[in-house]
Nanobody
């Protein structure tokens, strides 16, 4: 069974940095697409960054130049480096993946739209 577990959230002052991690457990053959989304109180979930590789990534205008998504295939981990944080970045951040997993010996399953449980990021002075 594939699971996504985010970590790295917390409280930071404006202008500070945080690095979020999303560890994917299970027998992962390939990560086709990776993404980070966020949801602030009273607002819908929104895209932060999404891409297929470290370089083919689309960022929302609100985080472009400040956030960077990356992945480590060896450890099945997706990262979100967040710099120059602003109070409006406060939200619960979610990892989202499209993957190919081995669900049984020799049996493979393309799994779309997998979500983690989220990690809270609070930016305030």
């Amino acid at each position: 069974q594939v699971q996504l577990v985010e970590s790295g959230g917390g409280w930071v002052q404006p202008g500070g940095s945080l690095s979020l991690s999303c560890v994917v457990s299970g027998s992962i053959i390939e990560v086709y697409a990776m993404g980070w989304y966020r949801q602030a109180p009273g607002k819908p979930r929104e895209l932060v960054a999404r891409g297929t590789t470290d370089v083919r990534v689309a960022y929302s205008d609100s985080v472009k130049g400040r956030f960077t998504i990356s992945r480590d295939n060896a450890t099945n981990t997706v990262y979100l480096q967040m710099n120059s944080l602003k109070p409006e970045d406060t939200a619960v951040y979610y990892c989202n993946l499209d993957i190919l997993a081995e669900v049984a010996p020799g049996s493979f399953d393309r799994q779309f739209d997998l979500w983690g449980q989220g990690t809270q990021v609070t930016v305030s002075s």
